[in-house]
């Protein structure tokens, strides 16, 4: 599970748009097999906050440690 804090039912800011697909496109990815784009950058001025569920998408407790 994730949040972001500052936005409401929606996105506003283009930053956590960015995050939330590429968090669901490595979810889709561990669960439907295929290729994926590495996360990269997309966590960068986001507000995203990651509550539980690290484990379940591969390489972004990795990417969390180095941010």
Do not use: Q, W
């Not at 295929?34 to 972004?60: K, Y």
Request: glycine residues 12%; proline residues 4%.
């Amino acid at each position: 599970m994730y949040l972001f804090p500052n936005e409401g039912h929606g996105f506003n800011k283009p930053e956590n748009s960015l995050a939330f697909f590429a968090v669901t496109e490595a979810f889709l990815g561990s669960c439907l097999g295929g290729r994926v784009e590495a996360i990269g950058d997309d966590f960068t001025n986001s507000s995203i906050e990651i509550v539980h569920g690290v484990d379940f998408i591969p390489g972004l407790k990795t990417h969390l440690s180095e941010n």
